[in-house]
T-cell receptor
Framework: DAGVIQSPRHEVTEMGQEVTLRCKPI?????LFWYRQTMMRGLELLIYFNNNVPIDDSGMPEDRFSAKMPNASFSTLKIQPSEPRDSAVYFC?????????????FGEGSWLTVV | KQEVTQIPAALSVPEGENLVLNCSFTDSAIYNLQWFRQDPGKGLTSLLLIQSSQREQTSGRLNASLDKSSGRSTLYIAASQPGDSATYLCASRWGKFQFGAGTQVVVTP
C-alpha cells in the first residue's frame, strides 16, 4: 500500500492567499484525521472524519479553516485567507475504524509557510 | 477532556543504556495507547499499539506497558543506539487520538 499521501509537501504563500492541502488516505480506511504541528503547541487535532462525515471539528482554529471529505479516498483542508500564524506542518492520518486494535497512519506532512 | 502528558520532555543517554519513556493520561476509558517515533522533518511512524485489554506489547528492543488504572504507559528501549535518537510521542484513543507533547531523545555514541 502507498500509505497516506499528502500534497503539496512544501508550500510558501503570501498572507491573504488561499491555501489548499490535499490528502489521500490508505485505501479501505474509514477514519481520517487532520493534525497541525508547531513547536509551541505540539500536535493538535483539527478535525476528524468517520465514513466521510465530520465527527469532531472542535480543533479547527477559526472560520478561516475548512475541511471536506467528498469521498472515501480524498480530503482537503483549506485556509482562506492565510495568515503568518498558520505556518506549521499539517499532517493527515487515517485509520481503519475506531476498533481497539486499529493503528493510525500518518502522511509525511505538508510544510506551510505564510509570509 | 483527555489530557496526555509525557515526562521528561528531553532525555540524553550514552549508547547502550536502556531508555525509559513515560506517558500518562487522565481518562482510563481508552480504546488503545499507541507509541510513535518522529524524526526531524518527517511524519510519525507507529512503533507499538497496546489495546485497552492488553498489558504490554513487544517488538524487538521495544517494550511498551499499559496500566489503565493508574493512567500510565511506559516505553522501554533496550540497549539504545544512536539511531534511536528521535522524538517519541504517545497517543491515547477514545474515538479520536490525543497526543502527548513528546520526549526528545538523544543517544550519544
Amino acid at each position: 500500500d502507498a500509505g497516506v499521501i499528502q500534497s503539496p509537501r512544501h508550500e510558501v504563500t503570501e498572507m491573504g492567499q488561499e491555501v489548499t492541502l490535499r490528502c489521500k488516505p490508505i485505501s479501505g480506511h474509514n477514519s481520517l484525521f487532520w493534525y497541525r504541528q508547531t513547536m509551541m503547541r505540539g500536535l493538535e487535532l483539527l478535525i476528524y472524519f468517520n465514513n466521510n462525515v465530520p465527527i469532531d471539528d472542535s480543533g479547527m482554529p477559526e472560520d478561516r479553516f475548512s475541511a471536506k471529505m467528498p469521498n472515501a479516498s480524498f480530503s482537503t483542508l483549506k485556509i482562506q485567507p492565510s495568515e503568518p500564524r498558520d505556518s506549521a506542518v499539517y499532517f493527515c492520518a487515517s485509520s481503519l475504524g475506531s476498533g481497539t486494535g486499529n493503528t493510525i497512519y500518518f502522511g509525511e506532512g505538508s510544510w506551510l509557510t505564510v509570509v | 477532556k483527555q489530557e496526555v502528558t509525557q515526562i521528561p520532555a528531553a532525555l540524553s543517554v550514552p549508547e547502550g543504556e536502556n531508555l525509559v519513556l513515560n506517558c500518562s493520561f487522565t481518562d482510563s476509558a481508552i480504546y488503545n495507547l499507541q507509541w510513535f517515533r518522529q524524526d526531524p522533518g518527517k511524519g510519525l511512524t507507529s512503533l507499538l499499539l497496546i489495546q485497552s485489554s492488553q498489558r504490554e506489547q513487544t517488538s524487538g528492543r521495544l517494550n511498551a506497558s499499559l496500566d489503565k488504572s493508574s493512567g500510565r504507559s511506559t516505553l522501554y528501549i533496550a540497549a539504545s543506539q544512536p539511531g534511536d535518537s528521535a522524538t517519541y510521542l504517545c497517543a491515547s484513543r477514545w474515538g479520536k487520538f490525543q497526543f502527548g507533547a513528546g520526549t526528545q531523545v538523544v543517544v550519544t555514541p
